[in-house]
DNA sequence: ATTTGCCTGTTAATAGAATAACAAGGCAAT
DNA sequence: ATTGCCTTGTTATTCTATTAACAGGCAAAT
């Protein structure tokens, strides 16, 4: 199945499906309706079903869409076969955050690292992870063929830090800083500022 | 000044407009061209002079936008002259980061309380912030006067506790737990998963 | 005095996303 | 068999956001 680039939302949305998806199916369910997704989720069904267009997926006209088919084909869409691994970037509790939610879910998405430069958080492991001095991040990214690193460091560091990481070949960076970082050839950029998020809701509360 | 509402990105890039400027005064600068701001956010200068078009405010042509009445201009956008006070629902690692960027800044958005479930967190402070029992959610919500709340509980709670937030008279809701909420009537809703951003790096990646 | 260059402010065009509209299929009830 | 209902799949429309285009202004250089 041939597949153009997916839009930006799509994907999100993908996302959000599959781990839905997955908790219907842990409930006995079989197959599910556009609008019972639509409804879990709290968009439209419209929207769902022309997701469902875009990665080339068909339900039956009675019952709908079958689970697990579906859980599949999103995974053979944003996975990858071998899985990705990621590194996270300074262990405050954003870091450990991270870390916390994905442990023991068994996604292809894996991080398998962490620095810092704290002595008190270097060589110790949270959750299975294992976290190195700073210093050694082009070496252990190479070593653990590490492709994803999420950056949750104070904002001055972010910008030097991803320099680095584009130069011990990270394909994608996510940005939990609230310094917006350049883009770099060759790196998918995805930022997220937590402070903006509470304004935004500020702004829309007093509007 | 009329202002009508702002389109939603305007609003997120006024946030770190703000944030922008206020570091550029810190360096003893008065005035900014648009590009300037542009290169140091990572985005067009077409856009900044856009939102600046959309609220209300002038450059000169020669010296571009005097830093201090741009802050203060936006600060009355998006700021109220009370201010918000702002609770954090969940302890642990995420709700305790909130606390950690918001501490010590001097916003007109403060966190003022924090709820858990976990005794061991209850009536300790972090961060000048005090934890509460969950059960008196409502009591010190009112008391307090609290507008908006984050939510960064495990994701099974989220929903019942919308409720009680709703409730309890709260006009906005950051939520950050993986499980999407349903808007309800009178309360402003921002979500952020993640996981998801995760397996959006790691498709645009694959790509 | 005129030209040049570099700004701002605004309108026009384009791209991206969500929503609406609707054709078509198939089961159930009549 | 026909009607009615509820579903999917897809196209068309609307809405939102970004980008391009350009008019106007001012200071400095010629």
Redesign the interface.
């Known amino acids: 199945m041939i597949m153009n680039?997916?839009p930006?939302k799509t994907?999100?949305r993908?996302?959000?499906y599959r781990?839905t998806l997955n908790n219907q199916l842990a409930k006995g369910k079989t197959h599910i309706f556009s609008h019972e997704i639509a409804n879990?989720?709290?968009?439209t069904p419209v929207q769902v079903r022309r997701d469902i267009m875009l990665i080339g997926y068909s339900g039956t006209l009675r019952k709908g869409y079958d689970i697990k088919e579906m859980i599949e084909l999103i995974g053979t869409?944003?996975?990858?076969d071998q899985g990705?691994k990621?590194a996270v970037i300074g262990m405050?509790?954003?870091g450990?955050?991270?870390i916390?939610?994905?442990y023991e879910k068994q996604t292809?998405?894996k991080i398998v690292a962490a620095f810092d430069i704290n002595p008190d958080k270097i060589d110790k492991t949270y959750e299975d992870v294992y976290c190195y001095h700073l210093d050694r991040l082009e070496e252990i990214i190479k070593e653990l063929g590490i492709?994803?690193a999420?950056i949750a460091t104070p904002p001055e560091v972010a910008s030097p830090l991803a320099d680095r990481l584009k130069e011990a070949g990270i394909?994608?960076?996510?940005n939990y800083t609230?310094r917006?970082?350049?883009?770099r050839e060759g790196v998918?950029l995805?930022e997220?500022?937590?402070?903006?998020?509470?304004?935004?809701?500020?702004?829309?509360?007093?509007?």
Do not use: C, W
């Open positions: 680039r997916l930006d994907v999100e993908l996302s959000q781990r879990l989720l709290h968009i869409i944003i996975d990858t990705v990621i405050g509790n954003l450990k955050a991270f916390h939610y994905m292809k998405l492709g994803i999420i394909r994608g960076i996510l609230p917006p970082l350049s883009p998918y995805e997220h500022d937590m402070i903006t998020s509470l304004e935004k809701v500020a702004y829309f509360v007093k509007a």
